[in-house]
């Protein structure tokens, strides 16, 4: 996951933006009543994620007079529609990162609910509640609810778990060699925590995903290791994969790229040939 800083919309301002091209009038007189349930919405579930309270937050089918699926498409119609009063809101959540900051590892594609509009319908346009993130992962979470804290998904806006080591690999011998990853966090961490990056790791099938990258990554360094192995013998391979370990681990301490080559490299059997095999 990638930490990022929360969106500083307001949720006030933009649901009113998102609303203020309503047409019908009853419609539009009910939305707008319940303008203030949407900013203190917000502040209350800014409170809850801030120490990991998401799963008290209270669902409510009907906001004042407004239905869950009016509040839908709000979200559907008025903010993430091309053309939509909202859309620069949208848009300006959707550019704050070209990766999906749930895995990583694949571009953005949409904005995922944190806590899902079908279920927290006043939530369907509170930035705080929307994280760019990849198709794949949007559709794993789906409309997952949380029932205690330790099942409570990690929020990218509120969580960081990127300044200490918590994301571990290994090779497994085989044509081809294969790298299994595994969650492995540190002593110092909370059981709580340990359960909910557990959760994420299994949830989103990082990996499987973290796995297939590794596979592609060898491919593209076959060459390259088979030169190197024929000059200086494994000793050499294993310092290079070392060399591109701690590159890769000073971009991303937890990345994909730096557990695999960290794998290549503590392998005798990889670094002795095992890296050719087809």
């Known amino acids: ?21 309503v047409r019908d009038a009853d419609l539009k007189a009910r939305l707008t009543a319940i303008t203030g349930d949407v900013t203190a919405a917000s502040t ?8 990991n309270r998401l799963h008290e937050f209270v669902r409510q089918a009907i906001i004042g007079g407004v239905t869950t699926a009016e509040m839908e498409k709000v979200y559907t119609q008025r ?21 999906c900051l749930l895995c990583t590892q694949r571009k953005v594609d949409t904005l995922d609910h944190h806590l899902p ?34 099942e409570a998904a990690l929020h990218p806006y509120f969580d960081c778990i990127e300044n200490e080591r918590w994301l571990h690999g290994e090779v497994v011998p085989g044509t081809p060699a294969v790298v299994r990853f595994h969650v492995e966090p540190p002593a110092q961490w909370t059981q709580q925590l ?3 990056v557990q959760v994420h790791f ?24 088979t030169g190197i192995y024929q000059g200086e013998g494994p000793r050499g ?29 503590s392998s005798d059997w990889f670094c002795e040939g095992g890296f050719a095999a087809l």
């Open 1 to 21: 996951m990638i930490s990022v800083d929360c969106p500083e919309l307001d949720a006030g301002d933009v649901f009113t933006t998102c609303i203020s091209r």
């Open 79 to 99: 903010m993430a529609s091309k053309k939509a009063p909202g859309r620069a809101a949208y848009d300006e959540i959707f550019n704050s990162s070209a990766k």
């Open 44 to 51: 209350d579930y800014i409170d809850k994620a801030r120490n």
């Open 202 to 225: 299994d949830a989103l099938g990082l990996g499987d995903l973290y796995s297939a990258e590794a596979a592609d990554e060898l491919l593209s360094i076959r060459h390259q290791l």
């Open 194 to 196: 340990c359960n909910r």
């Open 117 to 150: 509009k079908a279920h927290y319908p006043v939530l369907a346009v509170t930035p705080a509640n929307l994280i760019p993130a990849c198709a794949s992962c949007n559709k794993a979470k789906l409309a997952s609810i949380p029932t205690t804290a330790d």
């Open 237 to 265: 391979v294993r310092a290079e994969l070392v060399a591109r370990s701690e590159s890769a681990r000073a971009a991303r301490l937890n990345g994909w790229r730096a557990v695999t080559f960290e794998s290549f490299a």
